[in-house]
């Protein structure tokens, strides 16, 4: 449970195609003999139960029947329910079918979660801006410059660092924060978990400090820039115009 709290923000939920009924799963795996649960949402009531199926043979393994979820109901889906499959200890590839419809391949694997930390933090360190390991380069050395503040406009101020929010390479004071908190967060939690296996910067090269903790830093110095004067808080470095 502690390792599924961590890694929450991978969002592990299927996409949404054109179908009447629509599964949310753990898009990582699920372990044996641990809790098991899906979430079905329709905006029909749906009657009967929820076929686990074995991905390569074909063969039921359980049926399930769903139950109410409780809570408001999310989106435009009425109807909400759980399906709890923890009986299935077997490891392997599922699918759960209703009808006509079914779910993104499941996985119940002994370590479903095996490099993900890394994975995420090598994500992280791939959003760098200012000196970004990935790509072994400096990036946005003229970052940035002040609008409709109280200051000339095009003033410079030093805002490089932190990370890309994404392809556009804008950044904000909002997303960044969430993610320097969620890691701190992680690692407060359960520091055993993470490894030390690059510097500061992102060379391989341990250098005695969590990756987790390096990265989040980087978010921490970036963030502290955003208050360069008292009663400034400069909150997006971007330009939408």
Same mark, same amino acid.
């Given at each position: 449970?502690?390792? #599924?709290?961590? %890694?929450?923000?991978?969002?592990?939920?299927?996409?949404?195609?054109?179908?009447? &009924?629509? !599964?949310?799963?753990? =898009?990582?795996?699920?372990?044996?003999?641990?809790?098991?649960?899906?979430?079905?949402?329709?905006?029909?009531?749906?009657?009967?139960?929820?076929?686990?199926?074995?991905?390569?043979?074909?063969?039921?393994?359980?049926?399930?029947?769903?139950?109410?979820?409780?809570?408001?109901?999310?989106?435009?889906?009425?109807?909400?329910?759980?399906?709890?499959?923890?009986?299935?200890?077997?490891?392997?590839?599922?699918?759960?079918?209703?009808?006509?419809?079914?779910? #993104?391949?499941? %996985?119940?694997?002994?370590?479903?979660?095996?490099?993900?930390?890394?994975?995420? &933090?090598? !994500?992280?360190?791939? =959003?760098?801006?200012?000196?970004?390991?990935?790509?072994?380069?400096?990036?946005?050395?003229?970052?940035?410059?002040?609008?409709?503040?109280?200051?000339?406009?095009?003033?410079?101020?030093?805002?490089?660092?932190?990370?890309?929010?994404?392809?556009?390479?804008?950044?904000?004071?909002?997303?960044?924060?969430?993610?320097?908190?969620?890691?701190?967060?992680?690692?407060?939690?359960?520091?055993?978990?993470?490894?030390?296996?690059?510097?500061?910067?992102?060379?391989?090269?341990?250098?005695?400090?969590?990756?987790?903790?390096?990265?989040?830093?980087?978010?921490?110095?970036?963030?502290?820039?955003?208050?360069?004067?008292?009663?400034?808080?400069?909150?997006?470095?971007?330009?939408?115009?």
């Amino acid at each position: 449970m502690m390792i #599924r709290f961590l %890694l929450f923000f991978l969002c592990v939920c299927s996409p949404l195609v054109a179908q009447d &009924i629509h !599964f949310r799963i753990n =898009q990582a795996g699920y372990v044996p003999g641990e809790s098991k649960v899906a979430l079905l949402m329709s905006d029909k009531p749906v009657k009967g139960k929820v076929d686990l199926v074995d991905w390569k043979s074909g063969l039921v393994v359980s049926r399930v029947k769903p139950q109410r979820a409780k809570g408001e109901a999310w989106g435009d889906f009425s109807k909400q329910y759980t399906i709890d499959f923890s009986d299935v200890d077997q490891t392997g590839l599922f699918v759960l079918r209703y009808g006509k419809d079914q779910s #993104r391949e499941i %996985l119940v694997l002994q370590d479903p979660y095996a490099g993900a930390i890394d994975k995420m &933090i090598g !994500f992280m360190q791939q =959003q760098r801006c200012g000196y970004n390991p990935y790509f072994d380069v400096v990036c946005h050395q003229g970052d940035g410059r002040l609008f409709d503040a109280p200051a000339p406009d095009s003033t410079y101020m030093d805002f490089s660092g932190g990370w890309h929010d994404a392809g556009d390479q804008l950044k904000y004071l909002i997303t960044s924060s969430n993610a320097t908190a969620r890691m701190l967060l992680a690692y407060e939690l359960a520091p055993g978990l993470f490894g030390d296996s690059v510097d500061a910067l992102g060379h391989a090269d341990p250098n005695g400090v969590p990756d987790i903790l390096d990265e989040a830093r980087w978010g921490l110095e970036w963030i502290l820039k955003l208050r360069p004067k008292p009663g400034w808080l400069v909150h997006q470095i971007a330009d939408d115009r």
